[in-house]
């Protein structure tokens, strides 16, 4: 079955980094755009960066253009989000999501797995 696990959140002071992970199981990863999201407390889930199928191409919300960078390696079945010069704004909950052959990239709606989330706080 399909299985995606994100890992590295945390609590982090405004300024610093983190990267995370997301392993992914279960379905022919290269053939898929994969996407991160994410979810702020009482707010929607908003797409932050997507990567396509091969890694030649990506989208990055203006929020985090500059700041974030999304990469993947096929070979091992792993998609990252390096998160720089973070920003209390960042606090969240981010999913890793597998984009459908159809869906919408920009939109929750055009994916159709989810991992468990992992928690970021940016906060002093």
């Known amino acids: 079955q399909v299985q995606l696990v994100e890992s590295g959140g945390g609590l982090v002071q405004p300024g610093g980094s983190l990267r995370l992970s997301c392993a992914a199981s279960g379905f022919t990863f290269s053939s898929y755009a994969m996407g991160w999201f994410r979810q702020a407390p009482g707010k929607e889930r908003d797409v932050v960066v997507v990567?396509?199928?091969?890694?030649?191409?990506?989208y990055y919300a203006d929020s985090v253009k500059g700041r974030f960078t999304i990469s993947r390696d096929n070979a091992k079945n792993m998609v990252y989000l390096q998160m720089n010069s973070l920003k209390p704004e960042d606090t969240g909950v981010y999913y890793c999501?597998?984009?459908?052959?159809?869906?919408?990239?920009?939109?929750?709606?055009?994916?159709?797995?989810w991992g468990q989330g992992t928690q970021v706080t940016v906060s002093s």
């Open positions: 990567i396509s199928a091969n890694g030649g191409n990506t």
């Open positions: 999501a597998r984009n459908s052959y159809y869906g919408d990239s920009y939109s929750y709606t055009g994916y159709d797995y």
